[in-house]
């Protein structure tokens, strides 16, 4: 059975860092592609960022790029997403997805197994 597990949350305050970490174990699936996708209070999950497993391209979107970089570390099955210049709107539910095709996806229904999800709060 093929489990996703998300850690690095927490309170950061305007400004700060973050460092996500999502682990992929279990079963004989093989990674593709993961994503990252986050949830605000009242707002619905969008796509954040994602990467290739094997080459290691990135997809990321428009609202983090140049503050969030996404990269993985191939033998370990972990993804990071690293959060720089935070701000209180990046406050959500991170959560962690991977699929089987190789490129990522900015679509929630094109993944196969999800986290539980990790909390971040940015305070002004």
């Known amino acids: 059975q093929v489990q996703v597990v998300e850690s690095g949350g927490g309170l950061v305050q305007t400004g700060g860092s973050l460092r996500l970490s999502c682990v992929v174990s279990g079963g004989s699936f093989s990674i593709g592609a993961v994503g990252w996708f986050r949830q605000g209070p009242g707002q619905e999950r969008e796509f954040v960022a994602g990467?290739?497993?094997?080459?290691?391209?990135?997809l990321v979107s428009d609202s983090v790029k140049g503050r969030f970089t996404i990269s993985r570390e191939y033998a370990k099955n972990t993804a990071y997403l690293q959060m720089s210049m935070m701000k209180p709107e990046d406050t959500a539910v991170y959560y962690c997805?991977?699929?089987?095709?190789?490129?990522?996806?900015?679509?929630?229904?094109?993944?196969?197994?999800w986290g539980q999800g990790t909390q971040v709060t940015v305070s002004s």
């Open positions: 990467v290739q497993w094997r080459s290691a391209s990135t």
């Open positions: 997805a991977t699929r089987r095709a190789f490129r990522p996806s900015d679509l929630t229904g094109r993944y196969d197994y």
